[in-house]
């Protein structure tokens, strides 16, 4: 999986006119990403979100992230910034919320620092997408 990584942009490019659609760097790198070292990184996460039994905790459930709109998951009281920027979750808008969530979505309430490794970022993308089910 991790050679995708190593492909660069021609090797997206064939990628995705191979399987009939675009494939972006991050997408790319979150299929490289290692959903075994993911759930250490979602440790950093676990203290305000759940992932196992859509419980709300300080932060929103992370049950289902993938697929679902920002702002959308009940029993969680969103800052109006995520309510509004309306994106559907994947390993793209992940990866880049999780870059930096207060440049993203400016005023969202998340106060954790930027995940600013991207293979900390595809690790945990690659968690969340295998836990997700």
């Known amino acids: 999986m991790k050679r995708i990584a190593l492909f660069g942009a021609l090797g997206l490019a064939v ?5 009939g659609g675009a494939v972006t760097p991050a997408a790319a790198q979150a299929s490289a ?3 075994v070292r993911g759930k250490s990184v979602y440790a950093r996460c676990a203290a305000c979100h759940d992932l196992n039994t859509g419980v709300t905790r ?3 459930s ?3 992230v993938i697929g679902r709109t920002s702002g959308t998951s ?3 009281n969103y800052s109006q910034a995520l309510k509004d920027k309306a994106v559907v ?4 808008t992940l990866d880049q919320f999780l870059a930096g969530p207060a440049k993203y979505a400016p005023g969202n ?6 995940l600013a490794n991207p293979q900390d970022r ?4 690659a968690f969340l997408e295998q836990s997700a089910h």
């Not at 990628?15 to 399987?19: D, E, H, R, S």
């Not at 979750?89 to 793209?92: E, G, K, S, T, Y």
């Not at 595809?122 to 993308?125: E, G, H, R, S």
């Open 109 to 114: 309430r998340m106060a954790f620092p930027p």
């Open 33 to 35: 990403g290692d959903a």
């Open 122 to 125: 595809a690790d945990l993308i």
């Open 58 to 60: 300080l932060g929103p």
């Open 89 to 92: 979750w994947n390993a793209d």
């Open 15 to 19: 990628i995705g006119a191979l399987t």
């Open 62 to 64: 992370l049950k289902g």
């Open 74 to 76: 009940p029993n969680f």
